[in-house]
């Protein structure tokens, strides 16, 4: 980072609360004067007081993908690695070779880390950008201060807990440090270096590309916003260049310019005409949040006399100023707390409370108080807390909503999606942020050419159309999440009287739009909305009102793959209710006759039949009978699968929240014991049965695979599966419309899979890791760190067995997605691999699973469910899951690689463990003393052990829980 030039240096400390304002104007000092950097940009080595010319000049665009700057002191050497400052991103990094003179320590969290630079100035925007942006500093310091940690503590500490990865990574999800601490004078050392915080990881910038195939310009390349650009008033700045970018695209060089008025298209030449500085200022504004801001907080060092270019934006049109201000509420927030005081004492406010929210709320709940007497007139309380209010507040903005409105369409329509993110009143689409981090090389989108064919929108009313739907969709949502049920029934039913206006001629254009593409209909977002209302007349308790909003939806065709649900949803009310249990039995039939009920809903529904039939007071045995006579009858359970159980000590976490936390104490040091998750437990487990190497993934390990082998098929040119830039899968994804649009290549290429040998499938999963790494897509790429890992664990795949798992995949990933075993644990020397499904203490399978695990060993891959039980519960280690009284199954079918079913049952043996088991019938159970397997060692006791359960002879009435849809969005 350059400093400027009519800064002095002198020996002194930088002020405390210098920011980076003051860097660049010269107010901040340093201790020692810095002779020469090197650019950002281009990392050529350049004299500090031309650092902002030489960045402005054509000299420096040459290279535009470095961005840290190394800074020298020419007095001392040093050979350790060192801090180093950023250029204008401020953004922190790691750089070898630096030579910094002076050491200082930061304390946090008991812990010390050594810095070895000079801070120049302190800004907590820095901390911020380089958490966000650049993770190799942190995972640098974050190392060191572990080991430097964990040494110290072992030598001084006599209890130290040492926390997983998991934890570590995201302590919140298992109640926070301050919970899992039993003591203050207790150590806790961190392991790994990743953290939940970190969520960008930067990626090389790639060549850009003209998506749209050749009537497009190209996208913007970033140019770094610099200290001197920040001065010059001709430098179009980034975010103006990509905001009028995107309105290009999409008024010049694309068909939905109809879909805009004439009015609306002048109002936009109308933005093209603003000067340079009000088109700075409304982009600025309209990435804000919709509200009314006040001048003083309008600060930007490019922008010098907001007021001067507020009023051209005003006169034009752009900007509401002050005077149509006429909103209490809005106003109310605006003011400062001091104001709303004096307003509070002038209309003696009964509030006694000097909190500027609780104030608020009283004077709003005064304002709606009706004025005592006959006459009435228009000087009410309200218009006098408004005046009163105005006259206090300063000048303030809002962006005109008549022009805001036709210029967020646009942003929308470049990319779909952004709807769902701006449906909230105020919102802002994530189209300039997507397109900023794509050119910073923060992140990287596969490469696909854009074919737009099917026409979404006939005219400007479906358009219009649609975003009243989303607004009215999100309004309902907040309803129910807020527990607001009566406002949520008024919104209920309005929702209900648009569904019942639609016409049969646009019913009959959405239907025949790609299945992918009807959720981008005002129709398909309605019926989200009458969705969620089937969730509010449930809690409202009118059953009946919920199973005729349920049956209308079933009887329409649009959404079809949430028809497991409603039918789901529909024999629930029925029979536990509307005690109804033949008229839930006929849902139930009528489901299984539907093509589209597939997978987890289609067992769902099964279960609920056997229940329904084997209740004694209904007397219906019969027509269990008759349903069991089912070609495809089927219903596996949980006791079918194969079971190892193992337990160890839990902490006890009796009134806190979040997830399970097992303790393992270590061998080498008997004062250290490791915090962990139950998933994390399992795995050390099975490093202590030949299976060293592991990952808690869940889906993810499948996925990945699946992305790699399948990569030219998931990205090839399909017309309306890629409308808009910036998509990591096609819009087609997660429909029939995926395969049956690529049934011939995807066939061929699971021929290809079948017929190869390990070292041949292991080749190519490895090179489409390194040539695709780090785009955005279905892989995780931090799932493995090296090639060998990824090598070696597809190694202990079969090629057939894999195949028929992306097989089962690809025909029908939306229900296939999740369900997924928990650990993937393999060993590369013995080609051993298993799936883990991991349960800890009451949980219990879903029929997801269920399914997934049966699938898996009926294809060759090994997989088991574990659960883990907590030392000290009722039972101890003697405890196994419950076993229920198994229902009729069908008979047992052998997999066929050619047909593509939602589930096939079991038929390939399962490969022996080297454990001793015990085998009963299909079902293989090992018991484990983890602790006494681990540890020669035993603690003699246990202070945070889980409590003995007692038992209660009172029954509980069982409340019956639904698996909910994952995302239900349209």
């Given amino acids: 980072m350059a400093r400027s030039q009519s800064s002095k240096a002198k020996d002194v400390l930088v002020k405390p609360n210098a920011t980076i304002q003051s860097f660049f104007n010269g107010t901040a000092k340093v201790k020692k004067k810095i002779e020469r950097v090197s650019c950002p940009m281009c990392k050529r080595m350049v004299d500090l007081n031309k650092i902002n010319d030489h960045m402005d000049s054509e000299e420096c665009s040459e290279q535009d993908d470095i961005e840290t700057v190394t800074l020298e002191d020419t007095d001392e050497k040093h050979d350790d690695k060192a801090q180093v400052l950023t250029s204008v991103k401020r953004k922190l990094s790691e750089s070898d070779n630096s030579n910094i003179a002076d050491n200082k320590k930061l304390k946090s969290d008991n812990t010390v880390i050594e810095v070895k630079s000079e801070d120049v100035f302190n800004d907590e925007d820095d901390d911020l950008i380089a958490e966000l942006c650049d993770d190799n500093f942190s995972n640098v310091s974050s190392s060191q201060q572990s080991n430097s940690s964990e040494k110290e503590n072992l030598s001084q500490s006599s209890q130290t807990i040492k926390l997983s990865r998991s934890i570590s990574y995201n302590p919140s999800q298992f109640g926070g440090l301050h919970n899992l601490s039993p003591s203050p004078e207790a150590k806790v050392i961190h392991s790994g270096t990743k953290r939940a915080a970190q969520k960008y990881r930067k990626t090389p910038t790639k060549e850009k590309r003209n998506l749209f195939g050749g009537s497009l310009p190209e996208m913007p390349q970033h140019d770094p916003f610099t200290p001197r650009k920040r001065l010059n008033p001709d430098y179009v700045p980034y975010y103006v260049t990509n905001f009028e970018y995107v309105i290009g695209c999409v008024i010049d060089c694309t068909d939905d310019k109809n879909l805009f008025t004439d009015e609306e298209l002048d109002m936009i030449d109308n933005y093209r005409a603003l000067s340079l500085e009000a088109r700075k200022l409304y982009v600025r504004l309209f990435n804000r949040k919709h509200v009314w801001i006040s001048q003083d907080k309008i600060r930007y060092d490019e922008i010098p006399d907001v ?232 809690k409202m308790k009118k059953h009946g009102e919920a199973v005729e909003l349920i049956r209308k939806l079933i009887a329409n065709t649009v959404l079809d793959r949430y028809r497991g649900y409603w039918y789901e949803r529909l024999s629930l009310d029925l029979d536990s209710h509307l005690k109804q249990p033949e008229e839930a039995l006929v849902a139930v039939e009528a489901a299984l006759d539907d093509p589209k009920v597939r997978v987890g809903r289609r067992l769902l529904l099964v279960q609920r039949a056997v229940k329904i039939c084997r209740t004694k007071r209904y007397n219906l045995s019969a027509e269990l009978e008759r349903f069991s006579c089912r070609a495809d009858w089927d219903c596996p359970t949980a006791e079918d699968l194969p079971t190892v159980n193992i337990s160890g000590k839990m902490l006890n976490r009796e009134g806190l929240t979040g997830k399970s936390v097992f303790q393992v104490p270590e061998s080498e040091h008997n004062d250290v014991v490791t915090y962990c998750s139950v998933e994390e437990f399992c795995l050390q487990h099975y490093s202590t049965v030949g299976l060293g190497e592991g990952l808690h993934a869940e889906g993810a390990v499948f996925n990945s695979l699946l992305g790699l082998l399948f990569w030219e098929i998931i990205y090839a040119d399909v017309p309306d599966a890629f409308r808009d830039p910036g998509q990591a899968l096609p819009l087609d994804w997660d429909s029939d419309h995926f395969y049956l649009a690529r049934k011939e290549s995807i066939d061929l290429r699971l021929a290809e899979l079948r017929g190869m040998e390990r070292e041949e499938m292991a080749s190519e ?21 090296t090639e060998e890992r990824l090598r070696g664990m597809v190694l202990c795949f079969d090629p057939v067995s894999l195949a028929a798992v992306m097989e089962r995949m690809l025909v029908d990933h939306r229900s296939t997605r999740s369900g997924l075993p928990d650990l993937t644990v393999w060993n590369s020397d013995t080609r051993e691999i298993r799936c883990v499904e991991v349960k800890g203490p009451g949980d219990r399978l879903s029929t997801k699973q269920i399914l997934w695990v049966r699938f898996l060993n009926s294809v060759g891959v090994e997989t088991e469910v574990c659960h883990v039980l907590p030392l000290g519960s009722k039972g101890g280690l003697n405890r196994s899951p419950v076993k229920k009284k198994s229902p009729v199954k069908s008979p047992e079918k052998k997999y066929s690689p050619v047909k593509h079913q939602d589930e096939r049952p079991s038929s390939s043996p399962i490969k022996e463990s080297d454990n001793p088991v015990k085998i009963r019938g299909k079902r293989k159970k090992t018991k484990v003393n983890f602790e006494s397997s681990l540890v020669e060692g035993k603690v003699d006791e246990n202070k945070n052990q889980a409590p003995l359960k007692k038992s209660s002879k009172k029954r509980v009435k069982r409340v019956e829980k639904v698996e909910s849809d994952d995302d239900f969005v349209p």
């Fill in 307 to 538: 007021q001067k270019t507020a009023q051209e934006l005003t006169e034009t049109k752009f900007l509401e100023p002050k005077d149509q201000l006429s909103d209490l509420n809005d106003l109310l927030h605006l003011l400062h707390a001091g104001d709303i005081k004096v307003i509070a004492k002038d209309f003696n406010c009964g509030s006694k409370s000097s909190n500027k929210t609780e104030l608020v709320l009283e004077l709003l709940k005064m304002s709606r108080r009706k004025s005592s007497g006959f006459f009435q007139t228009a000087n009410t309380l309200e218009s006098k807390m408004v005046k009163k209010g105005k006259s206090l507040v300063g000048p303030c903005y809002k962006l005109n909503p008549s022009t805001r409105s036709p210029l967020l369409r646009v942003l929308c329509l470049w990319g779909l999606n952004s709807w769902w993110e701006s449906r909230e009143e105020g919102g802002t689409p994530s189209t300039l942020t997507s397109i900023l981090l794509t050119n910073q090389g923060h992140v990287t989108y596969p490469c696909y050419s854009i074919k737009r064919v099917a026409k979404i929108f006939r005219n400007r009313d479906d358009l219009i159309a649609f975003e009243e739907s989303v607004k009215i969709e999100d309004k309902i949502e907040q309803a129910v999440m807020n527990k607001d049920f009566e406002v949520g029934y008024v919104i209920y039913r309005s929702i209900l009287k648009i569904y019942e206006e639609f016409d049969t001629e646009f019913i009959e254009h959405v239907t025949a739009l790609p299945v992918f593409l009807q959720r981008y209909s005002a129709l398909a977002v309605i019926i989200v909305g009458l969705n969620k209302a089937v969730d509010l007349l449930e």
């Fill in 765 to 785: 999963v490895v090179a489409a890791w390194l040539e695709h790494s780090n785009i955005v897509s279905l892989v995780s790429w931090n799932m493995f760190q």
